[in-house]
């Protein structure tokens, strides 16, 4: 799992006024080709119900992973210029200690 030159790093989001289902055309549209863009290996969406939405993005390396995160800003709508985006509640970059 380590990468050559360290660890990789993880996006970890969590955003309010998500929907299952109701978010999926900017999810697709534009949040994922833009994480691509951004450099990312991988990336999990979540509903976990209530509005709550979570993202766990991974990236090969800090640099990225906090690029990524620099455009996402607490209070704010994860895509500025498009109705009905969800809102950050909470942005963090963590090193990942294990995958499969």
Do not use: Y
Request: glycine share 16%.
């Amino acid at each position: 799992m380590t990468q050559k030159g360290g660890h990789m790093f993880a996006v970890f989001v969590v955003v309010e006024g998500a929907g299952e289902g109701s978010g999926n055309a900017l999810l697709n549209d534009v949040i994922i080709p833009r994480a691509r863009q951004a450099g990312a290996r991988s990336g999990v969406w979540i509903f976990r119900g209530e509005g709550v939405g979570t993202s766990v993005v991974t990236f090969d390396d800090e640099a990225s992973a906090k690029g990524l995160a620099g455009r996402l800003t607490v209070g704010q709508p994860v895509v500025p210029d498009q109705a009905g985006s969800p809102v950050v509640r909470s942005v963090e970059v963590c090193p990942v200690v294990g995958s499969f």
